[in-house]
């Protein structure tokens, strides 16, 4: 099975701070890799998808990079609505998600 | 507008069975293959299985936690995945959801599962 792990776990910050999360792979994805956001009480909202490939309607503040088992989610600039719990997923070999990053107010 | 709508959750004894229901609105459902996904209270994500759509034989996989418990199957006549959950433990406690594989796109509003005596 592949393992996913995020760090960090938590991650405490200001509005307009630059914030990256990372995801690392116990084995290489390639780049079948997806980042996603999820607010309390609500269905995880896809980002990015193929590592890199923004989603339509997602704000270009959100970047994704990476291949093989390194990857990275960066927001460029904070923003209120951004305060969420974000998760990586691999869907190489059936899927595996990290076990999520919350984004919380500095 | 392309939906999936997550139904049949419910508060059940451990050992008992329950069947979630996830229906289909705005696209071509028997093209696509269906995964379920669920999140246990403050907890994060975890895949429980998808079934392939016909093309690629209608066959399920599993997450090891619920393989032998669980079985996913699929209506295409009716635009519905279905989750059959047997033996349910404490552990199957949480919000089930629905989505597209390998789209990761939608994704239901989830259906509440609570297993407890």
């Known amino acids: 099975d592949i393992q996913m792990t995020q760090s960090p776990s938590t991650l405490s910050a200001s509005v307009g701070d630059r914030v990256t999360i990372t995801c690392r792979a116990s084995?290489?994805?390639?780049?079948?890799l997806a980042w996603y956001q999820q607010k309390p009480g609500k269905a995880p909202k896809l980002l990015i998808r193929?590592?890199?490939s923004l989603e339509s309607g997602v704000p270009s503040r959100f970047s994704g990079s990476g291949s093989g088992t390194e990857f990275t989610l960066t927001i460029s600039s904070l923003q209120s609505d951004d305060f969420a719990t974000y998760y990586c997923q691999q869907y190489k070999t059936y899927w595996t998600f990290g076990q999520g990053t919350k984004v919380e107010i500095k | 507008e392309v939906q999936l709508v997550e139904s049949g959750g419910d508060l059940v004894r451990p050992g008992r069975s329950l069947r979630l229901s996830c229906t289909a609105f705005?696209?071509?459902?028997?093209?696509?293959?269906m995964a379920w996904v669920r999140q246990a209270p403050g907890k994060g994500l975890e895949w429980v299985g998808f079934?392939?759509?016909?093309?690629?034989?209608?066959?399920?996989e599993y997450a090891a936690s619920v393989k032998g418990r669980f079985s996913i199957s699929r209506d295409d006549s009716k635009s519905i995945a279905y989750l059959q959950m047997n033996s349910l433990k404490t552990e199957d406690t949480g919000v089930y959801y629905c989505?597209?594989?390998?789209?990761?796109?939608?994704w239901g509003q989830g259906t509440l599962v609570t297993v407890s005596s």
């Open positions: 705005g696209f071509t459902f028997g093209e696509y293959s």
């Open positions: 079934v392939r759509h016909k093309t690629s034989g209608g066959t399920a």
């Open positions: 084995q290489s994805v390639s780049s079948w």
């Open positions: 193929k590592a890199s």
């Open positions: 989505t597209r594989d390998p789209d990761l796109f939608p």
